[in-house]
């Protein structure tokens, strides 16, 4: 759980699903703390110090997909962009913003 005394920053991160169908709201998890999270461009607070662990995945009641994973480090002010599978059974994708 992140303190209110300790340091914090933040990284920017759009969740995009894919624009045929209907797909539940993705999950992010920060350090192993489950955030609520909607579809679209959001800041995302993390620790400041220290590597932070991203995981993102969709839950439909029956399954959870979509996973994709990735680690934000200290001073790293990169733009990402989770991109939803179109099926099931595939990982979702996680890239820089362009």
Known sequence: ??????????FELTLHK???????????VVDGMGQPAQWGTRNWKVPGSGAATVEIFLFNRLWKFGEASFTVEPGAGATLVYSAPWLPFLPGK???AS
């Not at 759980?1 to 933040?10: D, K, Y």
């Not at 894919?18 to 992010?28: A, C, D, I, N, S």
């Open 1 to 10: 759980m992140i303190e209110p005394t300790s340091t914090t920053r933040r």
């Open 18 to 28: 894919p624009w045929l169908g209907w797909f539940p709201k993705p999950t992010v």
């Open 94 to 96: 996680v890239r820089p």
